[in-house]
């Protein structure tokens, strides 16, 4: 009987110092002994300790991961594309095989409404469900309290976190496969300067009435004005403000919004009823979902940030898409969310691969941090570092023809560190 079929026997009820002295004593006259050196009996107890002192949600066979994926209320569409995306990746991941002979196992909670629930989710996927690490999660409303949750439990997420909305403070614990609300809307900004002569007329910027994106708002107008834009408002569009800001929009010959899509949708029909067409700029991870419902007056006045286009994708990973989508019964919709999904597991196995069967959450990030040019198929390629933690930092630009539903590619791919 060699050593390592006794250790199987024997290590798994035993403390380290009980698992060295089984080996060299014997738990009854039937077992073999062996001699090691005391150096031998200090790797052995080691071991033992490692094997003892993991991370939670790591098991012999299997690894935990969590999402928050909301079922109800205006992101209930994209949550579902998001689950869906998630699990098949997960079952082909484990269908091959897992990862160092681990099975990928996947929770995922409802975020609620609000703030609140929104972290009492996340402490039971924590807490309770003893997640390794986090995946994808869609919970715009966690954004203000996400990095000091996960710095103080010590969990690293993939994903996407300010793609829908600004986040509060950069984290260490978080990666983002594509670039967030700020990038794309800078990326707009410098296309509405450079290719349209926009900076010298008025241009509103426009936010819901939560105060959700005003940190968003802020930081893009400054921007504007830094680039030499001379007459920069902020609006808000609410329910008590819609009326109010028709008028504000009199003179502007653009508009930036950030928002939801069935708002941006509505607010293209009020200025269009009140007899003004503006430039119109917006996030398409934000607004592509709603956009057939423009007033044909908008067409080609409509400019959206894409963080990637359909010739960024590989032959392998155009195909791996199809059948993806084929498998789950999803369309074109939320097209955004489902490549960043795509995209955040590919790069989570990529990095547990690389770290090894011995993976804990810090070795995680180390291996995620080594990730570079790394090509998902279906974006730019990757890039994170040990003070990188955005995979992409630029956007391309895309025009629409509302009448025939077409997209029209204006501007490259251009990274943000080359823009002003």
């Not at 009980?18 to 006259?29: N, Y």
């Not at 180390?366 to 570092?385: A, Q």
């Amino acid at each position: 009987m060699c050593l390592c079929l006794c250790l199987s026997a024997v290590a798994v009820e035993l403390t380290p110092r009980a698992l060295v002295r089984a080996v060299t004593e014997g738990l009854d006259p039937a077992m073999p002994r062996f001699v090691l050196s005391s150096a031998d009996q200090i790797s052995l107890a080691a071991y033992k300790r490692q094997e003892d002192d993991h991370d939670p949600g790591l098991e012999n066979d299997r690894l935990r991961l969590g999402t928050l994926l909301p079922s109800s209320g205006p992101l209930a569409r994209a949550g579902h594309t998001v689950a869906a995306v998630l699990r098949d990746s997960i079952e082909r991941i484990n269908q091959a095989g897992g990862i160092h002979g681990r099975q990928l196992q996947l929770s995922i909670l409802d975020p609620g409404p609000d703030l609140a629930s929104a972290e009492q989710a996340l402490r039971k996927l924590i807490d309770e469900e003893q997640v390794f690490a986090l995946v994808a999660p869609l919970a715009p409303a966690l954004a203000p309290r996400l990095p000091a949750l996960l710095e103080a439990a010590g969990v690293p997420v993939v994903g996407p976190q300010t793609l829908l909305e600004a986040s509060s403070a950069p984290s260490r614990q978080i990666f983002e496969p594509l670039p967030g609300l700020r990038e794309q809307f800078n990326a707009l900004a410098n296309y509405a300067s450079d290719s349209l002569a926009l900076a010298s007329s008025p241009t509103l910027i426009v936010t819901p009435g939560d105060g959700s994106l005003e940190l968003q708002a802020r930081t893009l107008q400054q921007y504007l004005k830094a680039q030499g834009w001379q007459d920069v408002r902020r609006q808000v569009y609410s329910v008590d403000a819609r009326a109010g800001l028709i008028g504000t929009a009199g003179d502007v010959s653009s508009v930036f919004y950030m928002g939801s899509a069935e708002h941006f949708s509505e607010l293209a029909g009020r200025l269009h009823s009140a007899g003004l067409t503006p430039y119109l700029f917006a996030s398409s991870a934000q607004v592509a979902g709603d956009i057939q419902q423009l007033p044909g007056a908008f067409s080609r006045r409509l400019f959206l940030a894409y963080p990637f286009i359909p010739s960024d994708w590989s032959a392998p990973g155009r195909s791996a898409l199809t059948r993806l989508r084929l498998r789950q019964g999803l369309d074109g919709q939320h097209a955004v969310m489902q490549v960043s999904a795509y995209c955040s597991v590919a790069l989570l196995a990529e990095a547990l691969k690389r770290a090894g069967r011995d993976v804990s959450r810090e070795t995680l990030i180390e291996s995620l941090e080594s990730l570079h040019d790394f090509d998902t198929g279906l974006t730019p390629r990757v890039s994170f570092g040990p003070g990188k933690r955005m995979g992409l930092s630029g956007a391309h630009i895309v025009t629409v023809d509302l009448g025939l539903l077409q997209f029209y590619p204006v501007a490259p791919y251009i990274p943000l560190e080359t823009t002003p």
